[in-house]
């Protein structure tokens, strides 16, 4: 455990009682009171995640939303001040090195990536890093993100308010929005944005002022801390993928009902890693897809599971638990593109038996976000 | 007369049955229990071998047989009630009973005190 990094909030995380667990090589809070109530703490109020294990970059330069559509598919000329968007990082080959948020502040792009591929991540990026552009990996922030129905009455009852005139209050900010705000002094990059499938925000600042801040939330009665357990039952329900299960190198954004993150104007030029793949794949379809599926009964199936149809094997579980919300076993999973649709009847793997299950629509749980 | 196994089971032995479960510090790390697959009746059962499965919303943990034996009766309400395991896992929330195949098993179990020395150390 000693080769561990510390998050910035590792005493308070051990002050509220967490169970700790290595993660993307962190010491991280899997869960404080137990995931289930955390779970449907979070849907029902507000829950307070430690994401900052997760890496935030600085890109800077002149040609920097050029050289970002070199690496991910995205729209980023195109993408306003103060807005984000959810893009992958993709290899020569079409494959995902990784799934991010890309913002542009008005001044420069904060990206946000994965913990356990971040080093991947900067390795790939700065070995094609131009002349003229700088990249900084912002080890010195802690990123927070507060989910829920009532992450916004919270953030208001904090007095958190817009670094200037011309930004909108962050009970107003809109979906996939970013500004900077101030708590009392403390410089905050607040997004309204989240991986939970709840209305929320995700808040980057100083590690030295990330327990005060955090203590801050915490003090509100309707904000409890949120481990890592639930963290990954809120955003299977919500259909998301995890990066390492449900995203690989091995696998496309279009395989990964991702297309989304093509933005229009690049699936018309191309001109990113893996476009003739991606752009056949998009013309042709693929030959598999990502799916929701409901197993019946209450058994969970979980990642590795073998999914069959007509006694034959016709893809992979990628993550599977309990839906604490759904109230029943849930799992997103990879299948032959014949056997994708919504309602094919499917067998999963357990133990040497096979269990019948449905593909059912993502997400699993839906809410609506603040747009 | 209680037993206590290293893999979190214990064993309440009445002549030649015993009735399983899982210990409290066991129901307590896996966290919420959602699903629970016990033996069949008569199904014979090897000390140190797969017995059942217990499911958190995280993740499925494996039961061992703390004996051999055959098993007599499962407690099918735990089907229903998963989450008795999690409320009373060493009453209401027990597994499985089994005959005993060889009472000089027991011999490498804990007693209560024992078993509570060992979880200290964990």
Known sequence: MSDLHLLPL???HHRLGARMVPFAGYSMPVQYEGVMAEHLHTRASAGLFDVSHMGQLVLEGDGAAAWLESLAPGDFKALAPGRMRYSLLLSDDGGTLDDLMVTNTGSHFYLVVNGATKFDDLRHMEARLPEGLTLTHCQDLALLALQGPKAAEVMQSLNIRPEHPD????????FMTVGPYLWGDVRLGVSRSGYTGEDGYEISLAATDAEAFAEALLADERVKPIGLGARDSLRLEAGLPLYGNDLTSDITPVEAGLAFAISKRRREEGGFPGA???LAQLRDGAARQRVG?????????????GIFAGGRQVGTVTSGGFGPSVGGPIAMGYVESAVAAVGSALELEVRGRRLPAVVVPLPFHQKSHHR | MRYYSKEHEWVEVDGDTATVGITQYAADQLGDIVFVELPSTGAALKVGGDAAVVESVKAASDVYAPLSGKVVSANDELAGDPALLNADPEGKGWMFTMT?????ELSALMSADAYEAYTATL
């Open chain 1, 10 to 12: 590792d005493t308070l």
């Open chain 1, 167 to 174: 930004i909108v209050d962050v009970t107003a900010m809109k």
């Open chain 1, 276 to 278: 003739a793949r991606i």
């Open chain 1, 293 to 305: 599926i409901r197993p019946e009964g209450r058994q969970p199936v979980r990642e590795g599971a």
């Open chain 2, 100 to 104: 005993l195949d060889d009472t000089k």
